[in-house]
């Protein structure tokens, strides 16, 4: 079974700074794929990011992007420039494939999550 | 607008009671799922249906019940043999899961 860590509970940042939330799993699988959501107060999940393990480039969507060492097993969440509003807990979460459906048929897998505050 | 909603947003309920939270989309996705929010632990897969009237337990099915006669609707009944069950629940449904998920809002659930 797959497994996501992040050793991180909590984190905080100055606002206009960058920071970086850390993640681990474990696999056996080859092929995958890897999200970071945002869960701010209102706790409604927001997905920031997505990668495809079999993709060398490193994912980016405006201020997030992330690290990804796929031998080492690891996808850090890099935020530049932290506002306010990311004030949130992040979830790191690793896609399985449930059957022989193709990537369609598949699960989510989250880690523990960290809580990201951002100070003014 | 297309999304999901859960219903109620908060829901008590007495020890030795089965609930039943909602969980409708209108965004015509296959695949549904619930998980489980706790503090400390994140978010634990509970059931998922990929099809009408087919659903499969997750990691923590105990005490817990699911059916899907719709593609719409997805709810999930939290029965008296359930040990633990306040919570925060989150339903979640996608067309291609290698995309990710759209999320519901969420139902608070308290023992009381």
């Known amino acids: 079974a797959q497994t996501v860590t992040q050793s991180q509970p909590e984190m905080s940042v100055q606002e206009a700074e960058t920071v970086t939330l850390s993640c681990t799993y474990d696999t056996s699988e080859s092929n995958y794929y890897l999200f970071w959501y945002k869960q701010p107060p209102s706790r409604q999940m927001i997905l920031v990011i997505r990668q495809e393990a079999y993709k060398q480039q490193n994912a980016t969507e405006n201020r997030f992007s992330v690290n990804f060492q796929k031998a080492a097993k690891s996808f850090s969440l890099k935020i530049s420039d932290s506002q306010l509003g990311d004030t949130a807990m992040y979830f790191c979460?690793?896609?399985?494939?449930?059957?022989?459906?193709?990537?369609?048929?598949?699960?989510?897998?989250f880690g523990q999550g960290t809580i990201l505050t951002v100070h003014p | 607008d297309g999304g999901i909603t859960q219903s109620p947003k908060y829901l008590f309920r007495k020890e030795g009671q089965n609930v039943t939270l909602s969980c409708e989309q209108n965004?015509?996705?296959?695949?549904m799922y619930w998980y489980r929010q706790d503090p400390g632990q994140g978010l634990r897969l509970i059931y998922y249906?990929?099809?009408?009237?087919?659903?499969q337990k997750g990691d923590i099915a105990e005490g817990y019940s699911v059916s899907r006669e719709k593609k719409e609707s997805f709810p999930l009944t939290v029965t008296s043999a359930q040990k633990n069950p306040t919570a925060f629940y989150l339903c979640?449904?996608?067309?291609?899961?290698?995309?990710?998920?759209?999320f519901g809002s969420g139902t608070r659930l308290t023992v009381v």
């Open positions: 965004l015509n996705h296959d695949a």
């Open positions: 979640a449904s996608t067309l291609d899961s290698s995309d990710g998920y759209t």
């Open positions: 979460a690793f896609h399985s494939i449930l059957g022989a459906g193709g990537t369609s048929y598949g699960k989510l897998t």
């Open positions: 249906s990929q099809i009408v009237n087919d659903f």
